[in-house]
């Protein structure tokens, strides 16, 4: 696709509840990263794919959150027994292989829990 | 571990003022420095990649330039406008983990008055 598409773009939960994040990297992009945005905070890293290596999964918070991607697709973040806290914007980026390429980041998912 | 600061947090000047914002970074080992621009409830537009080796870039009024050795990057808008208004966010793409992994700043908060 033309950019990095994000779904939903905005998801209210009940705490407890299990939550999924949709994220469709630009075609041709071997990497992908899932970042965490909190209310007025900065971009927290969550975790890293590329390719077909083991990711980096040095920045989730806790074993409630896991990531999965299939190749170099679409990946799910998933959070089981949502929090308060969780709550927070959700953003996904891709880029090219190698360090000369920049990201690319999609609008968001907005995750709201009640 | 790399850190990137950015200065000042907020900034309000009047329409057509030319203005610096500042960034620096605490490694120097980094493949590229990345400039975004986030609007309220809304993702990372990419506005200026400076690869490690280059001393600026430039993209209409705006002008990025680089100082690796000494950590420092400043993103410099021209002629400013109200519809600049929007927060900053400068990232570093480090070899600390790879070359995969973004640092971002805590961002600078741009105010145009008309």
């Known amino acids: 696709g033309a950019g990095v598409s994000q779904s939903p773009s905005n998801k209210v939960t009940e705490k407890g509840k299990d939550v999924e994040l949709r994220c469709d990297p630009i075609?041709?992009?071997?990497?992908l990263y899932w970042y965490r945005q909190r209310l007025g905070q900065g971009l927290e890293f969550l975790i890293y794919f590329q390719g077909n290596s083991a990711p980096d999964k040095s920045g989730l918070p806790s074993d409630r959150f896991s990531a999965e991607r299939t190749g170099e697709s679409v990946s799910t973040l998933t959070i089981q027994r949502t929090q308060q806290e969780d709550s927070a914007v959700y953003l996904c980026?891709?880029?090219?292989?190698?360090?000369?390429?920049?990201?690319?980041f999609g609008s968001g998912t907005r995750l709201t829990v009640v | 571990k790399q850190e990137v600061t950015q200065i000042p947090a907020a900034l309000s000047v009047p329409e057509g003022e030319n203005l610096v914002l500042n960034c620096s970074f605490t490694?120097?080992?980094?493949?590229?420095l990345q400039w975004f621009r986030q609007d309220p409830g809304k993702g990372l537009t990419s506005l200026l990649l400076?690869?490690?080796?280059?001393r600026e870039q430039t993209s209409g009024r705006l002008n990025a330039s680089l100082d690796k050795s000494s950590g420092r990057s400043t993103l410099y808008i021209a002629a400013s406008q109200p519809g600049d208004s929007a927060t900053y966010l400068c990232?570093?793409?480090?070899?600390?983990?790879?070359?995969?992994?973004?640092?971002f700043g805590e961002g600078t908060q741009l105010t145009v008055n008309p």
């Open positions: 490694d120097s080992a980094i493949y590229n």
């Open positions: 075609s041709g992009h071997t990497a």
């Open positions: 990232a570093v793409r480090s070899w600390e983990t790879s070359g995969s992994r973004l640092t």
């Open positions: 400076i690869q490690s080796s280059q």
């Open positions: 980026a891709s880029s090219s292989q190698g360090g000369n390429y920049g990201y690319t």
